[in-house]
Structures are given as C-alpha cells and as structure tokens.
C-alpha cells in the first residue's frame, strides 16, 4: 500500500501563484510514475501533469508554459508549481502515484482562483 498526502491548496487571486505538495508513504518504493490531477464540479477528473521516475513530464495543454511538475525522489514528494493562475484552474487537485501495479490516489486539496 501507497499513501498519498497533498497539501498547498488555498484561495487565491487570478495571476497569482500556489504550489501544491504531496508525500508518498508506505510501499513507496515500488512507485514508477507520479502527478497530479484535477476534477472540477460537474466535469471528469483531468490530467494536469506526470512525471516518470526516469524524469519524463507531461503535461495537458491548458497548464503547459505556466505550472511545473517536479520530484524528489529521496524525499517521496512530487510538487507542482502554478504560476499565472486563472479561475478556470479552480478544482480539488488529486496526487496520483503508479505503483505496484496500481494507482493511488490521495484525498485531494482544494484550489480556488477567484477573478
């Protein structure tokens, strides 16, 4: 088993910045792939960024030029970095982690641009 812990979540002012945390526990040394996803009110749970332990990062277009992904591994903890924030980033903000042949997922941080 993998726990996933976020946190950084908070109301913030369109241009502004957040960065969001998340340690991993546990098994956490069959974890390959980490990152983050979001899921609005009333939309489906998104893709926001990944990173593979070999360090490949993806991201979803929306997000690409102003939130950065990173890792540290020793640390078990994946971040993410908003910059230029809008309102339509506002959603709970999920750390994913595949390992073990599975996903885990945390419990989710709220993030809230207001205009």
């Known amino acids: 088993q993998v726990q996933l812990v976020e946190s950084g979540g908070d109301l913030v002012q369109a241009g502004g910045s957040l960065r969001l945390s998340c340690v991993a526990s546990?098994?956490?040394?069959?974890?390959?792939?980490m990152g983050w996803f979001r899921q609005a009110p009333g939309k489906q749970r998104e893709l926001v960024a990944s990173?593979?332990?070999?360090?490949?990062?993806n991201y979803a277009g929306s997000v690409k030029g102003r939130f950065t992904i990173s890792r540290d591994n020793a640390k078990n903890t994946v971040f993410l970095q908003m910059n230029s924030l809008k309102p339509e980033d506002t959603a709970v903000y999920y750390c994913?982690?595949?390992?073990?042949?599975?996903?885990?997922w945390g419990q989710g941080t709220q993030v809230t641009v207001s205009s």
């Open positions: 994913w982690a595949w390992a073990w042949t599975r996903n885990y």
């Open positions: 546990g098994s956490s040394s069959g974890i390959n792939d």
């Open positions: 990173i593979a332990d070999s360090g490949s990062i």
